[in-house]
């Protein structure tokens, strides 16, 4: 049996290249991860990078549990393209208490079916992918760009020259906006913000929040500058109008 430490556990389960990187990116992070694959090869691949790797096969509920599956705070079933082997999984990770079960589909319409077995998050790879590159072109204030969960995502947003410099407890962000700066960015340093902080032009913002809520705040943070009155000269043109049509007409291709 596994011993459990205080941190936080993960199971990633299934080592194709989805697995293989989740879990290793969780272990350069120093997670407490228990990786395995029902095929010996992928677990030695992965072996290198990943200190907890076993060949298991997850269906199995008795393997599960010698693995110490209900300790797990978190599981990944990353198995993807078998459907059955997925869910026969979720099932068993159901059984054995874990809170958080996220599924990799390969299909939307596989969605629905790994959530009403308990999923707590279900996703496509392909899709989350596509999407943070949809949300990073649309805007240029946009700068990077992270799901959370279905309906919360971090984003980093730049202040745009137009913006009026303001206090982060002036700017009112939880109440106007419904989100909340979890960073701010000036000069390359980070730095966890502070209600007195002063955020100007340039400065880049870690939000978490909707959608919605993010993008009306973003627009806040990029109001164009307002047009300068001062260059054109209305005054002559004005007197212009009063004149003859065909005189009026040639003010205005001027
Ligand atoms: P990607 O699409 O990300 O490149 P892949 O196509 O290589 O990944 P899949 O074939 O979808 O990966 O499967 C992921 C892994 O899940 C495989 O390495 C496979 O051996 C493993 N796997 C399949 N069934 C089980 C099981 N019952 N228990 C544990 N691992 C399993």
Not at 47 to 65: R, W
Request: with cysteine.
């Amino acid at each position: 049996m596994r011993k459990i430490q205080q941190k936080k556990s993960f199971m990633i389960i299934g080592l194709g290249r989805f697995g293989a990187n989740i879990a290793k990116m969780l272990a350069n992070m120093d997670a407490d991860v228990l990786a395995i694959d029902i095929d010996e090869e992928s677990v030695t691949k992965v072996a290198p990078f990943v200190p907890h790797c076993l060949v298991a096969d997850s269906t199995k509920a008795n393997a599960l549990k010698e693995l110490g599956a209900n300790q797990i705070d978190h599981a990944v079933v990353a198995i993807g393209n078998n459907l059955q082997a997925s869910i026969l999984t979720v099932l068993n990770l159901k059984n054995f208490g874990v809170k958080k079960i996220t599924v990799r589909a390969d299909e939307e319409g596989h969605k629905e079916v790994y959530r009403m077995l308990g999923a707590t998050e279900v996703i496509i790879p392909e899709e989350a992918t596509a999407l943070s590159l949809a949300n990073q072109i649309m805007s240029d204030s946009i700068l990077d760009y992270y799901q959370l969960s279905e309906d919360y995502t971090m984003v980093k947003i730049s202040v745009g020259e137009g913006f009026e410099p303001k206090s982060i407890i002036d700017m009112n962000v939880r109440v106007l906006f419904d989100v909340n700066i979890v960073g701010v960015i000036k000069n390359d340093k980070f730095a966890i913000p502070k209600p007195m902080d002063l955020i100007v032009p340039g400065d880049i913002l870690v939000v978490v929040g909707t959608k919605d809520n993010y993008s009306k705040f973003e627009q806040f943070l990029n109001v164009k500058s307002k047009p300068k009155v001062e260059e054109k000269k209305p005054a002559p043109e004005k007197k212009a109008q009063a004149k003859p049509k065909a005189n009026a007409k040639e003010t205005k291709k001027k």
